[in-house]
């Protein structure tokens, strides 16, 4: 884990002139994600993008959980859900929040969606 930050610092600050990473808004997650009422992905391999991008989300915020740090959004999904499952719960609530997420970056939105489904229980 830390040669892959050690790799990430060095491409950032050692490559000449401005990098932009592509970015995924709400609506491009939406459709990517899109399957038709069979469970049939509407764009080819969209599967593969959408749940690899959830699942960089949910390593980021493991991440930062293991450093100690409090993420400002904390979800704790259940070791038992698979990423089948996560990536219904994400698309029905960038659906039903379209207005919201649609034109921005989607890992905000991706987020949002995991707390509402998956909030952490919290010890008093």
């Given amino acids: 884990m830390k040669l892959?930050?050690?790799?990430?610092?060095?491409?950032?600050f050692l490559v000449p002139g401005?990098?932009?990473?592509?970015?995924f808004s709400g609506s491009y997650l939406i459709q990517v994600c899109a399957s038709d009422k069979e469970g049939k992905e509407l764009v080819p391999g969209?599967?593969?993008?959408?749940?690899?991008?959830?699942?960089?989300?949910?390593?980021y915020h493991n991440l930062?959980?293991?450093?100690?740090?409090?993420?400002?959004?904390?979800?704790?999904?259940?070791?038992?859900?698979?990423?089948n499952g996560v990536q219904a719960t994400v698309?029905?609530?960038?659906?039903?929040?379209?207005?919201?997420?649609?034109n921005f970056i989607a890992a905000p939105g991706v987020a949002?969606?995991?707390f509402e489904a998956y909030p952490c229980n919290k010890k008093k």
Avoid at 18 to 23: G, I
Avoid at 46 to 59: E, F, P, R, T, W
Wanted: aromatic share 4%.
């Fill in 4 to 12: 892959c930050v050690i790799l990430l610092l060095v491409v950032v």
């Fill in 18 to 23: 401005k990098v932009r990473a592509a970015q």
């Fill in 46 to 59: 969209g599967h593969i993008a959408c749940q690899g991008y959830i699942s960089g989300v949910l390593d």
């Fill in 64 to 83: 930062i959980r293991s450093l100690g740090t409090a993420p400002s959004i904390d979800f704790c999904v259940p070791d038992d859900v698979n990423l």
């Fill in 91 to 102: 698309v029905n609530y960038l659906i039903r929040n379209e207005d919201d997420h649609g």
């Fill in 112 to 114: 949002l969606a995991l």
